[in-house]
Nanobody, 126 residues
């Protein structure tokens, strides 16, 4: 059975950095496109960043461009999200997601992903 487990969230001050990790088990991510989504209280889960199975192509939403970087280490079966210059608006639960896909397409809709983690909370105070 496949599991995705996020970690690395926490309570930080505006301007600080965090690195989120998503470790997969029961699933070899080397054949999976992956992504990070986030959800704030009372809001829908929204796309943040995506990466293809090779890691050659990435895409981040405009609101985090220049501050967040998505990456992966297939040998470690792990997805990362490096978050710099954090803002209070970045406060959310962050979820990793995966879909089997060996094209170089990037997907930014929840419906495109089959596997989800349980989330890790990021809280940014001003």
């Amino acid at each position: 059975q496949a599991h995705l487990v996020e970690s690395g969230g926490g309570f930080v001050q505006a301007g600080d950095s965090l690195r989120l990790s998503c470790v997969a088990s029961g699933l070899d991510i080397s054949s999976y496109a992956m992504a990070w989504f986030r959800q704030s209280p009372g809001k829908d889960r929204e796309f943040a960043a995506a990466i293809t199975w090779t890691g050659f192509n990435t895409y981040v939403v405009d609101s985090v461009k220049g501050r967040f970087t998505i990456s992966r280490d297939n040998a470690k079966n792990t997805l990362y999200l490096e978050m710099n210059s954090l803002k209070p608006d970045d406060t959310a639960a962050y979820y990793c997601a995966a879909r089997w896909d060996i094209s170089e397409k990037l997907y930014d809709s929840r419906e495109n992903y089959n596997f989800w983690g349980q989330g890790t909370q990021v809280t940014v105070s001003s």
